[in-house]
Nanobody, 129 residues
Framework: EVQFVESGGGLVQAGGSLRLSCAAS????????IGWFRQAPGKKREGVSC???????????WYADSVKNRFTISRGNVKGTVFLQMNSLKVEDTAVYYC???????????????????WGQGTPVTVSS
């Protein structure tokens, strides 16, 4: 069973930055994709960004159009760790951010909720104007 420890959420003013961290343990695969979704009140859960465990995969990190050039995802040195550096935050980035993992795959082109194998509990991000 995959278990998650997420941190880094909080309250920040528009234009500010936050860094989310996720440590996922119990990943029994060498190949996996790990990243983040978010869900704002009254809205569907949406993909934010993901990255493959393998640098040799056919796809690089994936970003939602709404966060491109503002957010940067990176893997940690420990298996199952991932970070999301969020810069130039906007009010519309306010949401609960969920770490998630897809097991046994390396492609980052399929980052949708139905394809996720395990979810973290979420960390809230609030951006004030």
């Amino acid at each position: 069973e995959v278990q998650f420890v997420e941190s880094g959420g909080g309250l920040v003013q528009a234009g500010g930055s936050l860094r989310l961290s996720c440590a996922a343990s119990g990943i029994g695969w060498d190949d996996y994709v790990i990243g983040w979704f978010r869900q704002a009140p009254g809205k569907k859960r949406e993909g934010v960004s993901c990255i493959s465990s393998s640098d040799g995969g056919p796809y690089g990190p994936w970003y939602a159009d709404s966060v491109k050039n503002r957010f940067t995802i990176s893997r940690g040195n420990v298996k199952g760790t991932v970070f999301l550096q969020m810069n130039s935050l906007k009010v519309e980035d306010t949401a609960v951010y969920y770490c998630a993992v897809q097991l046994g795959v390396i492609g980052t082109h399929n980052w949708f909720p139905p394809s996720v194998d395990a979810w973290g509990q979420g960390t809230p991000v609030t951006v004030s104007s």
